[in-house]
């Protein structure tokens, strides 16, 4: 059984379902709960009736690697399966957007410096419009459907993207030598107002609604741009488009790695653990 990121879930399924075809084993049953929602089941404890494999757009965290020891589960392998980038796509219909991390900071943040302005004291977010963030952007209301916090997609983009914004305010980044606690809470807390509008773990429902409202944005994984360019176009950062090319050489600023974990006790107990790794490492699976 597979648990985890929405946005591994289509290429865990894609080799869940060869694997299921080619050899002897049984297809595993692949869920998409997002990475944090995976990692918390599989760390539940060892047995039958938790997952073998989380799949996550993010590395685990500490804390998750003390959860899960807590509850027995001691030797976890963790799987480097690829690179990608976060998103920010309108429908193709609406005119493309040229964003900066420091505009998608100052569009979702919780708390701004006054005025946009560096050195600005920390005010609640005051700005509705996309204008109001830079007079280079329409005058659309800010409304960005993306993941809700169990999600790895939203960890990386509170931390690629947001803190990538707040730290191009000098005022803020002295804040991490001095108040590292503060300086999280500020850079990576997004606006409650419904500026920001948690739209759960299913990126294809983000892409539909992006395709009935031409205002909004979203946020995903750049296999839902790649499998919806009919429909979809994705917005530079910081004058970067979000290519294959782009994402894989680094050049995208808002680009992650992609793992899944494998529960060692597991191996042996659970039949086809060790085939269903080789399928999806081998040259067919992950090749170009």
């Given at each position: 059984?597979?648990v ?9 399924t ?22 944090g ?5 599989f ?14 757009s ?33 429908a193709k ?10 505009f998608?900071?100052?569009a ?5 410096p ?8 920390l ?8 204008k ?6 329409p ?7 993306g ?14 993207a ?21 300086f ?15 739209a ?10 992006l395709?009935?409202n ?23 950062v910081?004058?970067?488009a ?19 974990y ?12 060790k ?14």
């Amino acid at each position: 059984r597979i648990v985890g990121s929405s946005t591994v879930f289509p290429f865990s399924t894609a080799v869940a379902e060869t694997f299921g075809r080619s050899t002897k084993f049984r297809t595993p049953v692949v869920e998409s709960t997002g990475s944090g929602g995976g990692l918390k089941l599989f760390c539940a404890g060892v047995g039958t009736s938790t997952p073998d494999i989380p799949n996550a757009s993010r590395r685990i965290k500490k804390s998750e690697v003390a959860r899960c020891a807590k509850n027995g589960v001691g030797k976890i392998t963790e799987v480097k399966v690829g690179f990608d980038g976060i998103v920010i796509a309108n429908a193709k219909s609406a005119p493309p957007m040229k964003l900066t991390r420091r505009f998608l900071y100052l569009a979702l943040a919780k708390r701004v410096p006054a005025g946009n302005k560096d050195g600005g004291k920390l005010v609640a977010n005051p700005n509705k419009t996309w204008k109001d963030v830079d007079p280079s952007l329409p005058a659309i209301k800010i409304e960005v459907l993306g993941p809700p916090p169990t999600s790895g997609t939203r960890d990386a983009f509170d931390e690629l993207a947001m803190e990538g914004g707040c730290k191009t305010f000098a005022s803020i980044l002295a804040l991490k030598k001095s108040d590292k606690r503060t300086f999280k809470a500020v850079c990576q807390g997004l606006r409650e107002d419904g500026a920001y509008i948690e739209a759960g773990e299913n990126d294809n429902l983000i892409v539909q609604k992006l395709v009935a409202n031409k205002r909004a944005l979203g946020v995903f994984g750049f296999s839902y741009l790649d499998q919806n360019g009919d429909k979809i176009q994705g917005s530079t950062v910081d004058g970067v488009a979000p290519s294959f090319e782009n994402i894989s050489d680094g050049k995208y600023p808002i680009s992650r790695s992609l793992y899944f974990y494998v529960k060692n006790a597991h191996i042996g107990s659970i039949p086809g653990i060790k085939a269903y790794i080789a399928e999806f490492t081998s040259e067919k699976a992950w090749g170009p």
